[in-house]
C-alpha cells in the first residue's frame, strides 16, 4: 500500500499539467494577461492619473496581445508627445492610420506632431488627407487654418477657419483668428465683425478686449461710437488685462492718443 501523501493522484496530477500548460501560454504570450481593450482602458486610467510610465506599459501590453490595435499606436503616440520623443510620437501615430485609415484623432495628433517640429509642410498633408478621406471636417480646417497662420499665409488660413466657422459658428477662438488676421486698414471693418463675435462667445471676453479696442481706435474714419466702445475695452483689458506689459504699455499709449486721461 502506497503512503498517504507521496503520491499525487490522477486529479492533482492532470491539474498539475494543466497548470503548467497555463504558464507555457502565459510565457509564449510575453505574459499578458486580459484583452488589447482592457490593457487600453488601463492605460487610458493610469495616464489620466498622471502615471505616463505606466500607461506606456500598458499600452505596449495591448500591442504584444494585438500588434495592429491601432487604438494603442494612438495612444502611445499621445505618452510620446515630448521634444525628446517627437519621432517615436509621429511613427506611432503614422502606424494607427496604417492599420485604421478613418482614424480621426490620429490624423490631428500626427499634424500637431508635425507642426511643433517645424515641419508645417507635412502637417498640412496630414490634415489635406484626412479631408480627402471625409473626416471631421471642421476640425481639419480650423487646424490647417493654424498651420497656415503660423506659415504667414493668410489668405489660407482665413479661408480655412471660415470654412470651421460655417461647420460650427460658436467657437470663439475661430472668429478671434479670422479678427486676428484680417490686420490691413481696409479690412478694419470686417476684422471688427469677427473679434465682437468672438467676445460674445468667449467665456472669458477681456481676453478679446485688446485687440478689439485697438482695432476700433486704428479704424480709419471711426465713429465716436466706436471709439468710445475701443476705449472702454482697452480701459477694461487694463483694469483685467492679462498682465502682458507690452499690451499693457500699448493700450496705455492708444488711449493716450484718443485723448483719455489716466
Given at each position: 500500500m502506497p503512503i498517504r501523501g507521496r503520491s499525487p493522484s490522477i486529479l492533482t496530477a492532470l491539474y498539475l499539467i494543466f497548470s503548467f500548460c497555463i504558464l507555457n501560454v502565459a510565457f509564449l504570450t510575453g505574459c499578458v494577461p486580459g484583452t488589447p481593450e482592457q490593457r487600453l482602458k488601463a492605460g487610458v486610467a493610469a495616464f489620466q492619473r498622471g502615471d505616463t510610465a505606466g500607461a506606456v506599459r500598458q499600452f505596449k501590453g495591448a500591442l504584444r496581445l494585438d500588434r495592429n490595435f491601432a487604438p494603442a499606436h494612438y495612444n502611445l503616440g499621445v505618452c510620446y508627445a515630448t521634444p525628446e520623443n517627437r519621432d517615436r510620437s509621429i511613427d506611432h501615430h503614422r502606424r494607427a492610420i496604417a492599420i485604421d485609415s478613418g482614424y480621426a484623432d490620429a490624423y490631428i495628433a500626427l499634424a500637431q506632431a508635425y507642426q511643433r517640429k517645424d515641419t508645417l509642410a507635412a502637417a498640412i498633408a496630414v490634415l489635406r488627407a484626412g479631408l480627402d478621406r471625409g473626416l471631421s471636417a471642421e476640425r481639419f480646417h480650423s487646424n490647417l487654418g493654424y498651420c497656415f497662420l503660423l506659415s504667414a499665409e493668410k489668405d489660407s488660413a482665413i479661408a480655412h477657419y471660415r470654412r470651421a466657422i460655417e461647420l460650427n459658428a460658436y467657437r470663439d477662438e475661430y472668429h478671434f483668428n479670422v479678427g486676428y488676421l484680417l490686420s490691413a486698414p481696409a479690412q478694419a471693418d470686417s476684422?471688427?465683425?469677427?473679434?465682437?463675435?468672438?467676445?460674445?462667445l468667449s467665456a472669458e471676453p477681456v481676453r478679446v478686449a485688446y485687440l478689439l479696442g485697438c482695432?476700433?481706435?486704428?479704424?480709419?474714419?471711426?465713429?465716436?461710437?466706436e471709439a468710445a466702445e475701443g476705449i472702454a475695452l482697452l480701459r477694461e483689458y487694463l483694469a483685467r488685462g492679462d498682465g502682458d506689459p507690452v499690451k499693457a504699455s500699448k493700450a496705455s499709449e492708444k488711449l493716450a492718443n484718443a485723448g483719455v486721461k489716466q
Amino acid at each position: 500500500m502506497p503512503i498517504r501523501g507521496r503520491s499525487p493522484s490522477i486529479l492533482t496530477a492532470l491539474y498539475l499539467i494543466f497548470s503548467f500548460c497555463i504558464l507555457n501560454v502565459a510565457f509564449l504570450t510575453g505574459c499578458v494577461p486580459g484583452t488589447p481593450e482592457q490593457r487600453l482602458k488601463a492605460g487610458v486610467a493610469a495616464f489620466q492619473r498622471g502615471d505616463t510610465a505606466g500607461a506606456v506599459r500598458q499600452f505596449k501590453g495591448a500591442l504584444r496581445l494585438d500588434r495592429n490595435f491601432a487604438p494603442a499606436h494612438y495612444n502611445l503616440g499621445v505618452c510620446y508627445a515630448t521634444p525628446e520623443n517627437r519621432d517615436r510620437s509621429i511613427d506611432h501615430h503614422r502606424r494607427a492610420i496604417a492599420i485604421d485609415s478613418g482614424y480621426a484623432d490620429a490624423y490631428i495628433a500626427l499634424a500637431q506632431a508635425y507642426q511643433r517640429k517645424d515641419t508645417l509642410a507635412a502637417a498640412i498633408a496630414v490634415l489635406r488627407a484626412g479631408l480627402d478621406r471625409g473626416l471631421s471636417a471642421e476640425r481639419f480646417h480650423s487646424n490647417l487654418g493654424y498651420c497656415f497662420l503660423l506659415s504667414a499665409e493668410k489668405d489660407s488660413a482665413i479661408a480655412h477657419y471660415r470654412r470651421a466657422i460655417e461647420l460650427n459658428a460658436y467657437r470663439d477662438e475661430y472668429h478671434f483668428n479670422v479678427g486676428y488676421l484680417l490686420s490691413a486698414p481696409a479690412q478694419a471693418d470686417s476684422s471688427i465683425k469677427y473679434l465682437r463675435r468672438a467676445r460674445q462667445l468667449s467665456a472669458e471676453p477681456v481676453r478679446v478686449a485688446y485687440l478689439l479696442g485697438c482695432r476700433l481706435l486704428d479704424k480709419p474714419n471711426r465713429s465716436r461710437s466706436e471709439a468710445a466702445e475701443g476705449i472702454a475695452l482697452l480701459r477694461e483689458y487694463l483694469a483685467r488685462g492679462d498682465g502682458d506689459p507690452v499690451k499693457a504699455s500699448k493700450a496705455s499709449e492708444k488711449l493716450a492718443n484718443a485723448g483719455v486721461k489716466q
